[in-house]
């Protein structure tokens, strides 16, 4: 199962995404791809660690990209949860079983934002074209969505505030856009959260 959870800035949507992975099968995934950047990126990272404490995620790092995440899963199996989350089990379960594929469990991909800055934004101030950056993301969804029988995606809501910004913040809102169309295309659920309030606007909710 492929689900969306989008939504504005302080709309919930994180919180209800996290309601929504811990409640299909363990083990639970947080695939985190936020860059670890400034003051401000720590203040959302430690707010993001606060909210998932004690629930049972492994985390695993992905800015860097998505295609080796599986890989990465299952070797946080066999370790236990990173930065002592959680509460699963120091040693491999069967549920992570390298065997298996795609790995067992659900996954939460935080967030769509981040995954379209990372492959737009270099580290050395370049960016990609607009094709090439939406082809990387695409191409790192797909290969999420088959590596785990259930992937959460948070996704962003941005662009509504009727500002114009500079050509590469414009082609970022773009690309957010064009990447959650194509993500709810191939959805099984999709919710918007507004001021708290989940909305489902395709599929069943996530809790029947």
Do not use: W
């Not at 607009?130 to 590596?147: F, H, P, R």
């Amino acid at each position: 199962m492929m689900i969306l959870v989008t939504g504005g800035a302080s709309s919930g949507k994180s919180a209800y995404a996290e309601q929504v992975a811990c409640a299909l099968p363990a083990p639970h995934f947080y695939l985190a791809a936020m860059k670890p950047f400034g003051e401000e990126g720590a203040r959302r990272i430690a707010r993001h660690r606060a909210l998932r404490a004690g629930k049972g995620f492994i985390t695993v790092e992905c800015y860097d990209g998505l295609d080796a995440v599986a890989k990465s899963a299952l070797e946080a199996c066999s370790t236990g949860p990173c930065e002592a989350e959680g509460s699963a089990s120091a040693s491999p379960s069967p549920s992570c079983d390298s065997s298996s594929r795609p790995v067992r469990g659900t996954a939460l991909l935080e967030s769509l934002g981040n995954v379209v800055a990372n492959a737009l934004f270099a580290d050395d101030g370049s960016c990609a074209t607009y094709d090439d950056a939406l082809k990387t993301v695409m191409e790192g969804v797909a290969s999420v969505a088959g590596a785990f029988e259930n992937l959460v995606i948070v996704g962003d809501e941005v662009g509504g505030d009727g500002i114009r910004y500079d050509a590469a913040t414009e082609t970022y809102i773009k690309l957010i856009g064009s990447a959650a169309c194509a993500i709810t295309a191939r959805c099984d659920v999709v919710v918007e959260c507004v001021a708290g309030q989940p909305l489902v606007v395709k599929g069943d909710s996530p809790f029947k």
